[in-house]
């Protein structure tokens, strides 16, 4: 079973930044695009951002273009999320996802603990 670590979330005020980190166990990352998931109370679960497994593709959801960054380090078996200008929106528990491609997105890893952003003054 694909299981992924998430990390690196924190209380941070409006206007701050975080870095997340998504660790693989047990398998290695290089031929899965990942893509980053949160939720936040009361709400569906969204896709943030996808990285293909080379890095040559990357996507974002309209409301973070610009201020996330998706990146990868195949060498390190890890995943990151570099979060900017975090506005209270952003609060939500943030999950990462292993799959094919990112078009058509299918989640093959289970889903772990996540790791809780909060964004507030």
């Known amino acids: 079973q694909l299981q992924l670590v998430e990390s690196g979330g924190g209380l941070v005020r409006p206007g701050g930044s975080l870095r997340l980190s998504c660790v693989a166990s047990g398998f290695t990352l290089d031929h899965y695009a990942i893509t980053w998931f949160r939720q936040a109370p009361g709400k569906e679960r969204e896709g943030v951002s996808c990285i293909s497994p080379s890095a040559g593709i990357s996507n974002y959801m309209d409301s973070v273009e610009g201020r996330f960054t998706i990146s990868r380090d195949n060498a390190k078996n890890t995943v990151y999320l570099q979060m900017n200008s975090l506005k209270l929106e952003d609060t939500a528990i943030y999950y990462c996802?292993?799959?094919?491609?990112?078009?058509?997105?299918?989640?093959?890893?289970?889903w772990g603990q996540g790791t809780q952003v909060t964004v507030s003054s």
């Open positions: 996802a292993a799959g094919g491609a990112c078009a058509g997105f299918f989640r093959l890893s289970s």
